[in-house]
């Protein structure tokens, strides 16, 4: 299971610097745009474009964020909970956590099955959008096996505080 941890951990790290790519290309996307329509040259379909960006770096980041703790969280209560308590309602968020995003992420390729069979296209520039929900649906599977890797070492401090 080490091995499988290790290659999500390496995998997250270069979808992190993807998400960076991504928002990097977003922001210069948006400055040389807003430039642009300065000087009444737009770029044609950067909202959309930046729509795209945008669901990207969601999915290339979530990961890893969610490995470093990096999300906002309210536990202002649970800090004066015992650490058993504490691993164990981590531990039950977790899981109930890894459930919703499992079912969004089934969804999501289902949904991206529909629009790739129907041939819904962006409005501006009739790129394919299921392309965008396929690597969405995948960001969040990626995401759900991070959830994993989490649960298993809760589970693993929960074993250990049992044992001293």
């Not at 629009?115 to 990626?142: C, D, Q, R, W």
Request: charged share 15%.
């Amino acid at each position: 299971m080490s091995i499988i941890f290790k290659a999500l951990d390496k995998f997250s790290g270069y979808l992190k610097f993807i998400g960076a790519a991504a928002i990097t290309a977003m922001m210069l996307l948006t400055v040389v745009d807003v430039i642009g329509r300065f000087f009444k040259y737009p770029i044609f379909g950067s909202i959309e474009l930046v729509g795209f960006l945008a669901t990207i770096i969601v999915a290339a980041a979530l990961p890893y964020t969610y490995k470093v703790d990096g999300h906002v969280g309210v536990e202002i209560l649970v800090r004066l909970l015992s650490k058993k308590t504490q691993l164990s309602i981590d531990l039950f968020t977790r899981t109930l956590t890894l459930f919703l995003f499992c079912v969004v992420s089934w969804q999501m390729f289902l949904y991206a099955q529909d629009i790739h069979k129907t041939g819904e296209v962006s409005m501006n520039l009739e790129f394919p959008i299921y392309y965008i929900i396929y690597l969405l649906a995948f960001g969040l599977l990626v995401f759900s096996v991070t959830i994993i890797e989490t649960i298993f070492e809760d589970i693993k401090q929960l074993r250990e505080l049992k044992i001293k």
